[in-house]
């Protein structure tokens, strides 16, 4: 019975795993729970690198409540349970000739796990996944269900949109889609300081941008995605394979093994892996935005004021070049705008977000410790489902409708079922 997530940092062992395919199951194990003392966890795919899931009571595995529930191509939304994976999600809605209005940079979560911890893509005109939220199911400490929309409980609806599934089961969201559309892609590699020259011009040029400094280089990887009209114009297989699976993972992953095995000699390894060279496509947006991420990691990402990244990452690269160790995965660097959701990393400013990655296995305290002390100096916020050292004292000042936040959790879970360690340590305990 025993769970680990993704990266495999994480693990425990609940009293039990349930895997419902029904609400009136959501209920009953909550119900349960209740009666019994106990609290109550979900894991959509485990792809977090906190142990946001972690319990040693009842975890709910949702890879079996993942139904699309109801399509509106004349509103253009869609109602799904909580458990569907984005990946598919993304292929339901292009059935229709719809899609979610912009995306992270993998498909592989659920969009229940990937909404409560405010999961973004990147675009400086556009918001976070949560953002897309118009209605909501859930199941509350009580086991009963609640439904919230712009009419019905919408304070329950801006709080829920976030929660950390520490208000409530997420049963079924209601998502607000846009018409299918197309993205011209261009990628390349250029010096990251002239491009943190021109970065105010980069962002207004482009949809969706974003970037990834390699360590200890002068370089950086660029997207640079553009909304089009143009027709379909895919990479050959044989490129998209090459490029994604074999250049970005299985060659990469190899120079990451060798430098868990001898860390100094990652630089002459990156040296001798062959370049992807440029690329300019068009594709299905959903085709553009997500790519695969086979190679295991652990990361820290934090969202800053986006008028300060670039004193941020200046300070992050001085910091990486005083460690004293050599950092096989790039840092990225994405923007997102702001939003409305009381503990959304993008609540009330436009929103640059710096993440940090390392090999799994690899030791990371004193690179993540010292990247979040930059990151506290610009009032930064760690994204919920990632390696952060904050606590509910440090991160209350950073939200200001943190208290409201608190007052609906203590409506909706005032027995604290929802709560386990971790969740009070981020969060504070219920009612607290």
């Not at 799994?360 to 994204?383: A, K, L, N, Q, S």
Request: contains cysteine; glycine residues 8%; neutral net charge.
């Amino acid at each position: 019975m025993r769970w680990r997530n993704w990266a495999g940092n994480q693990a425990c062992v609940p009293a039990a795993i349930e895997r419902p395919r029904h609400e009136d199951q959501l209920r009953s194990i909550v119900r349960r729970a209740a009666s019994e003392g106990r609290t109550v966890r979900v894991v959509g795919a485990g792809h977090s690198f906190t142990p946001l899931v972690c319990t040693d009571d009842y975890l709910v595995d949702l890879r079996d409540y993942a139904a699309v529930r109801a399509v509106d191509t004349e509103r253009c939304t869609a109602t799904v349970q909580a458990g569907i994976p984005l990946w598919r999600l993304n292929q339901e809605l292009a059935a229709h000739g719809l899609a979610l209005e912009n995306l992270g940079d993998i498909a592989y979560q659920s969009v229940a796990g990937a909404t409560q911890t405010a999961t973004h893509g990147t675009g400086a005109r556009f918001r976070n996944l949560s953002s897309a939220i118009i209605g909501m199911r859930l199941v509350d400490g009580r086991g009963e269900v609640v439904a919230c929309g712009r009419d019905t409980e919408p304070e329950i609806l801006e709080v829920a949109r976030v929660g950390l599934g520490a208000v409530g089961l997420v049963s079924e969201v209601t998502l607000q889609c846009v018409r299918a559309f197309n993205l011209h892609a261009v990628e390349g590699a250029e010096p990251v300081d002239a491009l943190l020259e021109r970065l105010d011009d980069e962002l207004e040029g482009h949809d969706h941008f974003e970037f990834f400094w390699i360590p200890n280089t002068r370089w950086a990887l660029t997207k640079r995605n553009r909304r089009t009209d143009e027709p379909v114009r895919p990479r050959p297989r044989w490129r998209a394979w090459r490029d994604d699976v074999f250049y970005d993972n299985v060659l990469f992953g190899a120079m990451c093994r060798i430098g868990a095995w001898r860390n100094h000699l990652i630089p002459k390894v990156a040296k001798r892996l062959p370049s992807k060279g440029s690329a300019d496509y068009v594709d299905l947006s959903y085709r553009v935005f997500a790519s695969p991420r086979l190679v295991r990691f652990y990361e820290m990402e934090y969202a800053i004021p986006r008028s300060t990244v670039v004193e941020a990452l200046r300070r992050v690269r001085a910091h990486v070049g005083q460690l004293g160790m050599q950092i096989s995965f790039p840092v990225e660097v994405r923007f997102v705008a702001a939003d409305d959701i009381p503990l959304s990393t993008a609540y009330g400013r436009d929103s640059a977000y710096v993440a940090v990655h390392v090999y799994r296995g690899t030791p990371y305290e004193e690179y993540f410790r010292g990247v979040e002390r930059i990151m506290d100096d610009y009032g930064g916020r760690p994204h919920w489902g990632k390696l952060h050292f904050q606590t509910a004292s440090s991160l209350a000042p950073r939200y200001p409708r943190w208290d409201q936040f608190q007052q609906v959790r203590a409506r909706l879970d005032p027995g604290g079922v929802f709560s386990t360690p971790y969740v009070e340590r981020v969060l504070g305990p219920v009612g607290g």
